[in-house]
């Protein structure tokens, strides 16, 4: 009966214990969308977004040493990253061409854009980063094929400051590749 | 009284009376000397008779010079003959060698000419001929014949041979374009290849004329044929019409060979016409063997190489093929009938020439071994005529070179109209052999339960039934849409899911690290945070 009693003691200590409450971050872009109308484009479309494996999870990812990272425990991202990542690209490519990307399927005739995100995380000494590929097939033939990769330092410390310079690495991108779409000359 | 004294006076010694008997015992010695001096040795001759040959009489001449005279004129030991021992001069020793001919000269009346007339009155003769070898002789055989042509004479000796005994015969004259150029020397027949062979000489410098190339034809009489144009008469000269003779020349589109040797052999054809037929000296048989009907082949039917002709059908070996399958003991199985070819070098635009049979000889057996068939073809559909073609068909089954009788075979092959009309046979006799009526009778009690099914009122609205089931399972798919209500639903318990697969994992992995952390309270994991670095 006393083993019993101070079984049960501890067991209400252990609940008492204050859990940790998760912060959720969300990959929107931060320039301007106002209300329009939009056009989508004739001559390009979008095709595959390919996030590496390591990171499709929910934890933000530290990059803690070479080859070596750590996924957050409590700071999530509040969807999954590839759809955080083909949001962000999509709006801000259409803002810089002023025209929307479509579908693949949708757009047959049009060249299509594939990218492929190999690296988007942070470090522990307070910088972002991002390793990019994109290319361009027209008539199931590369046309054009570019890397981007660069890094950022965040503006504070913390997670948040952290997914602003992610956020602000995908718009560079984006803003990239939105200048490699040059239209063919029609006939 | 005066003495008178008497005169002696020496007596002559030697009477002049012996001035005569010495005289002719100089002359003697001198006569003896000249006859020892002109005499040459004795020779035989032996002739078949001793007709016109006299004992001390009948002469030797060459060009009309005495060169010696008959002693002696006996039965040989055979009695079978006669050999005149003739005293010759010393100055026909050099002329007394292996080759020389003797003949009796005595008047002849022949077709073309008489000769010897002389005879009639001087008495026959014997001439010489002398020859070319350096051997001396003293035995020798007397020709029945004066030579047409002397040994010595320049000029070209050439044999021909024919399979037919023409109205050539020795004596008739050689012509070259109309004009006498040499003779045929002799004719004779052997009985062992059964082909009749000439000798001819063609005088120099004619003989300059013949090379490899050219052909000999007989050019005697008058040859007659009719045609589209109506008649043609060709003729050779005026002694061709009346006693026969040959000509001889290079065949219009052959060219000219190279020069031929003494006592080469020529083949000498019938007519000029049959040359344009046959124009080639070289060439190979071949035997192709086919196991379908050899209708409309007949003898002379070309043999072709890719549209090209390069031979002739020689005639179908029907006997000779049952005669083989007899001897290999299978009668009665329907043997290949072989059919004999002949193919010519001389048609592929190679010289006519041995070396050229050797090259295509050579061709053919390398052909073969890459995919070279004999196949029979329709040269004309509605003669029904068939000719050989020769072609290469690679995807064909290996095969090699054999033999029929003492000829090479070509394997063959059925292409075009013959493998066409084997398979529209096979294919009648599968589908004769069909069950039709059984199957059709069959096919109409299938049909009528069919029938009976398609009439029955469930069968009738399974239509119906069948477009609402579509009708469905397009509203399920479509609710199913990346809009609709159902995938969102879906996505945001998907990532319901994650995350309370992601606290699970962090609480197995809590629980991997203290077990002890669902009764004592462990600390919160702490994420590591990024800082910025002071620079």
């Not at chain 1, 910088?127 to 660069?150: G, H, M, P, T």
Request: aromatic content about 6%.
């Amino acid at each position: 009966m006393k083993v019993a009693c101070l079984l049960l003691v501890m067991l209400l200590s252990g609940c008492a214990s204050q859990a940790v409450e998760p912060s959720y971050y969300l990959l929107r872009s931060n320039q301007d969308l106002p209300s329009s109308k939009l056009s989508p484009s004739v001559d390009f479309a979008l095709g595959t977004i390919e996030i590496a494996p390591y990171l499709n999870q929910l934890g933000l990812v530290i990059d803690i040493a070479d080859s070596q990272i750590r996924p957050a425990v409590n700071h999530l991202w509040a969807e999954p990253i590839y759809d955080g990542v083909r949001t962000l690209l999509t709006a801000d490519i259409a803002k810089a061409n002023g025209q929307e990307l479509m579908p693949a399927k949708l757009s047959k005739d049009a060249t299509v854009v594939n990218i492929r995100i190999d690296k988007l995380d942070g470090t522990l000494d307070g910088r972002a980063q991002i390793v990019a590929y994109w290319w361009l097939v027209r008539n199931d033939e590369v046309i054009d094929l570019n890397r981007f990769s660069k890094s950022r330092a965040l503006s504070a410390d913390g997670y948040s400051a952290m997914v602003d310079a992610e956020t602000a690495l995908l718009e560079e991108l984006a803003k990239k590749i939105a200048a490699s779409l040059v239209p063919p000359p029609h006939k | 009284m005066p003495t008178e004294h008497a005169q002696v006076s020496k007596s002559r010694k030697i009477s002049g009376i012996w001035f005569i008997p010495l005289l002719a015992l100089v002359l003697g010695a001198y006569m003896v000397l000249h006859n020892w001096m002109t005499q040459g040795p004795d020779i035989e001759i032996a002739f078949k008779t001793a007709d016109g040959l006299e004992e001390g009489k009948t002469k030797i001449k060459y060009r009309n010079v005495d060169m010696g005279v008959v002693n002696e004129v006996r039965l040989n030991e055979h009695l079978d003959g006669v050999i005149a021992k003739v005293k010759m001069n010393r100055q026909a020793v050099p002329l007394l060698i292996k080759d020389t001919g003797f003949w009796v000269v005595t008047a002849r009346v022949g077709l073309g000419n008489i000769t010897g007339l002389n005879t009639l009155l001087s008495g026959a003769y014997i001439e010489l001929a002398p020859g070319s070898s350096k051997t001396e002789e003293r035995k020798f055989v007397g020709l029945d014949q004066p030579p047409l042509t002397p040994a010595d004479a320049p000029g070209l000796r050439l044999k021909l041979t024919s399979n037919h005994a023409s109205s050539v015969t020795a004596g008739d004259t050689v012509l070259y374009k109309g004009y006498k150029v040499g003779r045929v020397e002799t004719m004779t027949f052997n009985p062992d290849d059964k082909l009749v062979h000439y000798q001819i000489f063609i005088d120099a410098p004619y003989h300059e004329l013949v090379n490899s190339s050219v052909r000999f034809w007989d050019v005697s009489g008058i040859s007659m044929s009719t045609g589209a144009t109506g008649f043609k008469v060709q003729t050779g000269s005026i002694d061709t019409i009346l006693f026969g003779g040959l000509t001889f020349g290079v065949p219009t589109g052959i060219k000219d060979g190279g020069k031929v040797t003494k006592n080469s052999t020529f083949e000498l054809y019938k007519s000029y016409k049959d040359i344009l037929e046959n124009p080639f000296r070289y060439g190979a048989y071949y035997v192709v063997s086919f196991n379908h009907s050899v209708k409309g082949l007949s003898p002379g039917a070309p043999v072709e190489y890719r549209g090209i002709r390069v031979g002739n059908v020689v005639r179908v070996l029907f006997k000779e093929g049952q005669s083989e399958q007899i001897e290999a003991g299978q009668e009665g199985e329907g043997a290949p009938i072989p059919v004999l070819v002949y193919v010519e070098p001389g048609r592929m635009e190679l010289s006519d020439t041995e070396a050229s049979l050797v090259v295509v000889e050579e061709t053919i057996r390398l052909g073969v071994g890459n995919g070279l068939r004999g196949s029979m073809e329709r040269g004309n559909l509605l003669t029904g005529a068939q000719y050989i073609n020769l072609d290469y068909y690679p995807a064909a089954e290996k095969a090699t070179l054999g033999t029929f009788m003492q000829y090479t075979t070509i394997p063959t092959i059925e292409t075009g109209l013959a493998q066409m009309e084997e398979k529209v046979t096979s294919i009648l006799n599968t589908i004769d052999a069909l069950p039709l009526a059984d199957t059709v009778a069959s096919l109409n009690q299938n049909l009528e339960s069919l029938e009976s099914i398609l009439d029955n009122q469930s069968t009738q609205q399974l239509p119906t039934h069948l477009d609402q089931t579509i009708q469905e399972l397009r509203d399920a798919i479509s609710s199913l849409a990346p809009n609709s209500d159902a995938s969102q639903t879906l996505n945001s318990s998907l990532l319901s899911l994650n995350r309370t697969l992601a606290n699970l994992e962090s609480l197995t992995g809590t629980l991997s690290r203290q077990p002890s952390a669902v009764i004592f309270p462990s600390s919160p994991e702490v994420d590591p945070i990024p800082e910025v670095s002071e620079q």
